[in-house]
């Protein structure tokens, strides 16, 4: 996976790559096994749980940009 969007669904995510739920959980997102999460956005998901989907994607990015380094 190059990089995460905004509109990227929280299952899609994942399913590319599911090393990044430890990020997920860490922010505060526990529920993202269950089935509703999978067909959120990960700005709807930052939203419902108060985050600031910019700064959760930018940790993800750099997360991504130093593990494919």
Do not use: F, R, W
């Not at 998901?45 to 991504?64: F, P, S, T």
């Amino acid at each position: 996976m190059k990089e995460v969007t905004k509109d990227m669904l929280i299952g899609q995510i994942l399913q590319e790559d599911a090393t990044i739920a430890p990020i997920l959980m860490a922010s505060g997102m526990h529920c993202i096994g269950c089935p509703a999460s999978q067909g959120e956005s990960l700005e709807e998901a930052a939203m419902v749980h108060g985050l600031d989907a910019d700064e959760l994607i930018l940790k993800i990015n750099e997360y991504l940009a130093n593990k494919n380094a």
